[in-house]
């Protein structure tokens, strides 16, 4: 089932004063977002030996098991343009409504052992790590979701994917953590679709340093690495984005929406106010959309 919404959260007196005023509203920047206030993890993990093998672990008030949102952030999967400072606030926010958040790093193209196959498998331990940390936390296994923005958002759609990936791939890892749903922040679910583009966005070739080549050079990574290209996922996805993004057009996201639902999974389209940054800040108009969307989902 697709459902498509608009969603308009100004007053039209604030959209009025706009308009008369004739200036564009205001986008946030990567470099706004990292200075958004957040409240410390109460823990740092390790998931892995790699330096950048850990994520931070926010945990709600009261007894739990809480529900738990895997936290990814974007970043062109470069390792300059961002870090899990970029979803701080993000994390923290759903934190005080109530929802666990695992916020992770992990390794990028620019970095060692990142790119294909190291960036995939980070993403997948980081979400198995759940099972492990609920040893010592109260979280609920059995509540887990995936949130990521821009390049993090393709990887929470492919940590719901690789359930579905072949044997023999590199990426199998055996029981992967079963998620209630994943939601897409501004991001590609398509790497095919994305390499046509992603230039734009993220500078050169971005996508043939994450996959080590173009898609007709090496088309089985691609068929492991394209969360599209392993529908059905079997889990409900959302994709919000903002109205003024252009990360995701309204072709690219419309394509994967139709493509997963005629695979038969249930996905949501929502169009939110902002740009690429207003859906992980939680003072934007974009984000109580954000905030709901992820409650419902890990009910």
């Known amino acids: 089932m697709l459902r498509i919404l608009r969603l308009f959260a100004l007053p039209a007196i604030i959209i009025g004063v706009l308009a008369a005023a004739a200036l ?23 998931y892995g030996t790699d330096p950048l093998q850990f994520g931070e672990l926010r945990l709600p008030k009261g007894n739990g098991p809480f529900p738990v949102a895997v936290v990814i952030h974007g970043g062109c999967w470069v390792s300059r343009f961002a870090t899990l400072q970029n979803t701080a606030a993000l994390a923290d926010a759903l934190r ?23 960036t995939f498998a980070d993403i997948a331990a980081a979400t198995d790590h759940v ?41 199998r890892r055996e029981n992967p953590l079963t998620l209630r749903a994943a939601i897409a922040l501004g991001g590609p679910g398509d790497l095919r679709d ?4 992603g230039d734009q966005i993220c500078g050169s070739n971005v996508v ?27 889990v409900p996805q959302v994709l ?13 996201r419309d394509r994967y929406s139709t493509a997963a639902t005629q695979a ?8 939110v106010p902002g740009g690429h940054f207003e859906v992980i800040a939680p003072s934007s108009a974009a984000w109580p959309t954000v905030l709901y969307t992820v409650r419902r989902l890990v009910k």
């Open 24 to 46: 564009p509203p205001q986008r946030l920047r990567p470099s706004d977002v990292d200075r958004l206030p957040s409240k410390p993890a109460d823990a740092r993990i390790t």
């Open 96 to 118: 005080d409504a109530g929802i666990a958040t695992w916020n992770v790093e992990y390794r990028r193209v620019d970095n060692p052992g990142g790119g294909w196959p190291g």
């Open 131 to 171: 099972r492990a940390m609920a040893r010592q936390h109260p979280v609920d296994v059995t509540r887990v979701v995936t949130i990521g923005h821009s390049a993090g958002a393709h990887l929470a759609l492919w940590a719901a994917a690789r359930a579905r990936l072949p044997a023999t791939s590199v990426l």
């Open 194 to 197: 994305f390499y046509r583009y």
């Open 208 to 234: 043939e340093k994450l996959m080590g080549g173009g898609p007709d050079a090496l088309p089985d990574r691609y068929a492991q690495g394209s969360p599209v290209e392993l529908l059905p996922l079997g």
């Open 240 to 252: 919000i984005v903002g109205a003024e993004d252009g990360v995701m057009p309204k072709p690219s």
């Open 264 to 271: 038969g999974d249930r996905v949501e389209v929502i169009e």
